[in-house]
C-alpha cells in the first residue's frame, strides 16, 4: 500500500469464469479495473465505468477475501494497464 495516497493494487483469478481482475483501490474503492478473458481485454475506471456488460467493482476492498499473493505493485498493475487497451 502507498501510504501517501492511499492506493492498493490486486490481481485476482476467478476460477469459476477463467478471467483474471486487476484492481486499483484508493481508499477503500475501486478506481481503475482490468478483466482478462483469454485474448479479450477490458478496461474500466471512475471515468468509464461501464463498457458493455462489464461494470467497474462496486464494493469497497474490505469486501474481498484476499490473501497476501493477491496484492500487486503499483508498477504491475500499470503494466497491465498500458499494455492491454481496448
Not at 13 to 33: G, P, S
Amino acid at each position: 500500500m502507498n501510504s501517501r495516497d492511499n492506493k492498493v493494487y490486486i490481481k485476482k483469478w476467478w476460477d469459476e469464469e477463467d478471467i483474471v481482475f486487476y484492481l486499483e483501490f484508493e481508499n477503500d474503492y475501486a478506481t481503475k479495473q482490468i478483466e482478462v478473458h483469454g485474448d479479450m481485454t477490458v478496461r474500466l475506471s471512475t471515468e468509464r465505468p461501464v463498457v458493455g456488460d462489464y461494470f467497474l467493482y462496486d464494493q469497497t476492498l474490505s469486501d474481498l477475501e484476499l490473501e497476501p499473493q493477491d496484492y500487486i505493485t503499483e508498477e504491475e498493475f500499470y503494466r497491465i494497464w498500458n499494455l492491454r487497451k481496448k
